[in-house]
């Protein structure tokens, strides 16, 4: 089995165990995307050990799509939500309330929308110098925590440079009993903090970076069990393929990088991985 053109070849495959469900992409963005090529990745990814993932979308465009997309792809499940950096925009028209409703609909309506995500707090790419984008994004964020609690969905959360603020409003508003950090970028500190309350870290390729010590000693102060792994595609792509489009059939990597700093072989890995995505987000 070749990767699409355009993308990186296959890593060996994943080694799995007697369970043998292989391991889920946790977060994947294949909205963008023709169906011809969404069909060749998915095959890919099954080849590489990664038979089904979650697929998020976060814009109008997107959230439509991924209702589309599961039920034509029984590899994917799916997750919607207004992303953080998009809720002042929405905001300043007067056009949030719509988009939540829009997000609850979808997660009541098709039962393979099981999260609502990614939702959360981004001070990044949004100035939080502006008062009322600030306040969006807050009021959005624990609006989503509102609506995956009602609904019983897991929530997958994008925290950029956000980490007390994020957990502050988790506290506050009480967390869904799936709670999961979306491509996890604190440290050991911030580690800690979701292993007291139960709330799983979403591992992406940056864990396979380098310089990125605090995310590998994040990733070692948890137990296992609350680890999940990801692409975040398009983007995040892991060494040696860093800079290129990530993919699915890439995540043997980072489940390679992330069972060396737990000090699991990858096939026991897999096993606790795939176990915790049926936890998280039922059977396929």
């Not at 053109?5 to 060996?12: D, I, M, T, V």
């Not at 959230?63 to 300043?92: I, M, S, Y």
């Not at 993919?247 to 897999?270: F, K, Q």
Request: overall charge negative.
């Amino acid at each position: 089995m070749a990767a699409p053109e355009g993308y990186p070849s296959l890593p060996e495959p994943l080694a799995l165990g007697a369970r043998g469900l292989g391991v889920v992409d946790d977060h994947t963005h294949l909205d963008h995307l023709d169906d011809d090529v969404v069909d060749a990745l998915l095959a890919a990814a099954a080849a590489a050990g990664v038979p089904r993932a979650v697929q998020i979308g976060c814009d109008a465009a997107a959230r439509a799509w991924t209702d589309r997309a599961v039920r034509r792809w029984p590899q994917l499940l799916g997750g919607v939500a207004v992303h953080p950096n998009e809720a002042p925009e929405l905001a300043r028209r007067g056009e949030l309330d719509a988009a939540l409703a829009e997000v609850e609909r979808l997660v009541t309506t098709n039962d393979r929308i099981r999260v609502v995500g990614e939702t959360g707090l981004d001070s990044f790419r949004t100035d939080w110098g502006d008062a009322a984008a600030r306040r969006a994004q807050l009021d959005s964020f624990a609006a989503h925590v509102d609506i995956a609690k009602r609904t019983g969905s897991t929530l997958q959360i994008h925290d950029r440079d956000a980490h007390d603020d994020v957990v502050e409003v988790l506290l506050a508003e009480g967390a869904p009993e799936r709670t999961v950090f979306h491509c996890f970028s604190g440290g050991p500190e911030l580690a800690r903090t979701c292993a007291e309350h139960g709330w799983y870290l979403s591992v992406a390729g940056t864990v396979t970076f380098k310089s990125n010590h605090a995310l590998r000693e994040a990733v070692a102060t948890v137990p296992v069990e609350l680890l999940q792994v990801e692409t975040d595609a398009p983007y995040l792509t892991p060494v040696p393929f860093r800079g290129r489009t990530n993919a699915s059939h890439l995540i043997p990597l980072t489940v390679r990088a992330v069972a060396e700093v737990v000090r699991h072989d990858e096939t026991h890995l897999a096993e606790i991985l795939s176990r915790s995505s049926d936890l998280l987000y039922g059977e396929w």
